[in-house]
């Protein structure tokens, strides 16, 4: 009974590759992220999705597309991999409408682009 | 704009000593969110505390201790008779309804608790 999960855990591909990564959340929350981690630890947002329409675009390339099939879900699909895209995403969920709005996270996905 | 300062880049202990951990945050909200979120060597993201900016009262849960200044914009994370088991990167995040409640992370600290 997992409340956020992504898959895969681990991903490994080479350059130019594309690549998904899934996340699905049973919590019953209203809105959805992806964060990034690089190897040096930091975290930043990429994208939000509230109700499955798009809320926060960070200036991410648009390599990287997100898709929300509905409120349980959030996609990120990334076109034509660099180097630098290896780090660790997250994928978060949240109840944005409400007074408990705190982010719960997926495990991760650790991204390896040779 | 929102920015989360975590000035400790790596805190050494020994078991059963007490430790702070400082976030000093800066924000142009009048309402917003502080939060501190723990992430263990196994990598995943553990959710700690939230604190709304309405609410300066400090917060006790077994070991770990909150002490949320606005005065001087801080959210320190204290934690009494360290374990090992705490050794950990430590994040402080803001949030805001302005930003779409997206987080805003520090950088982290980084907490070595040795036996």
């Known amino acids: 009974d997992t409340a956020v999960s992504q898959t895969p855990k681990y991903l490994v591909t080479q350059m130019g590759n594309d690549k998904s990564i899934k996340c699905e959340q049973n919590?019953?929350?209203?809105?959805m992220y992806w964060y990034k981690q690089d190897s040096k630890k930091f975290l930043k947002i990429m994208f939000s999705y509230n109700n499955k329409e798009l809320i926060i675009n960070e200036t991410v390339p648009n390599r990287f597309s997100p898709k929300s099939p509905d409120k349980a879900h959030l996609n990120l699909h990334i076109n034509s991999l660099e180097l630098g895209d290896s780090a660790v995403y997250f994928c978060a969920s949240s109840q944005v409408r409400g007074p408990y709005n705190e982010q719960f996270f997926g495990p991760g996905t650790r991204l390896t682009v040779l | 704009a929102q920015k989360v300062t975590q000035a400790q880049t790596e805190i050494s202990v020994v078991e059963k000593e007490d430790v702070t951990l400082d976030c000093v945050y800066e924000?142009?909200?009048?309402?917003?969110?502080l939060f501190w979120y723990k992430q263990p060597p196994s990598g995943e993201l553990v959710f700690l505390i939230r604190r709304n900016s309405f609410d300066e009262q400090n917060e006790i849960s077994g070991r770990y201790s909150w002490n949320f200044q606005k005065s001087t914009s801080s959210f320190n994370f204290t934690i009494t008779a360290s374990q090992v088991v705490d050794s950990a990167v430590y994040f402080c995040?803001?949030?805001?309804?302005?930003?779409?409640?997206?987080?805003?992370f520090g950088t982290g600290t980084r907490l070595l608790v040795s036996p």
């Open positions: 924000t142009r909200d009048t309402t917003y969110y």
């Open positions: 919590l019953g929350h209203d809105t």
């Open positions: 995040a803001l949030s805001s309804n302005t930003g779409f409640q997206k987080l805003v």
